[in-house]
């Protein structure tokens, strides 16, 4: 299954659509489901913009997938499922990819469950951080805890253009 964006970066802005829509449920295992995610297919005129600059109509500051996730095994009665991103790139470099902030269910990029009998559904979000480096962050006053690029301006040209992606991986483990 491929669930797919369009990302164009402007200055950091990338342009991006809603997911496919699946009616499809996911069987959770001991081995590890992946599902290839792409911010790739120019369908949707909404533009995804670091947190605080959606300031045109279509700027989004999230892109949302939900999964429905079922379990697939003999035993269900103890264990956790984690639900994982993994392998993100921005282009074919993850030299930036901690721009990409995902948040799974309530937790940066790992999310671990514990088991249950039925479906759930598993929401995964998307959001960009913005590239800021000292020197901005002198200018602007900001705490030196928010520079996370060591030049804002080679980060955002590097990212230009460049395809957001990532894998999702569903596996059970035992505790």
């Known amino acids: ?40 297919d120019g369908s949707s005129d909404e533009v995804l913009v670091p947190m605080g600059h959606a300031m045109a109509v279509g700027d989004v500051e999230a892109v949302t997938f939900q999964y429905d996730v079922s379990l697939y095994s003999t035993d269900v009665s103890r264990g956790l499922m984690r639900v994982e991103a993994i392998d993100v790139l921005i282009g074919d470099s993850d030299e930036y990819a901690h721009l990409v902030k995902i948040t799974v269910m309530d937790e940066p990029m790992m999310k671990l469950m514990p088991v249950f009998n039925y479906a759930v559904t598993i929401t995964i979000t998307v959001e960009l951080l913005e590239p800021i480096d000292e020197a901005e962050a002198l200018e602007h006053g900001y ?33």
């Open 1 to 40: 299954m491929k669930l797919r964006l369009f990302m164009i970066v402007l200055l950091l802005f990338l342009v991006a659509c809603e997911p496919e829509e699946t009616d499809e449920v996911i069987e959770v295992s001991e081995t590890p489901y992946l599902v290839y995610v792409s911010l790739n």
């Open 143 to 175: 705490d030196p805890s928010v520079v996370n690029v060591a030049d804002a301006r080679a980060a955002c040209e590097a990212i230009y253009g460049q395809n957001i992606t990532f894998d999702v991986s569903f596996m059970l483990i035992d505790s």
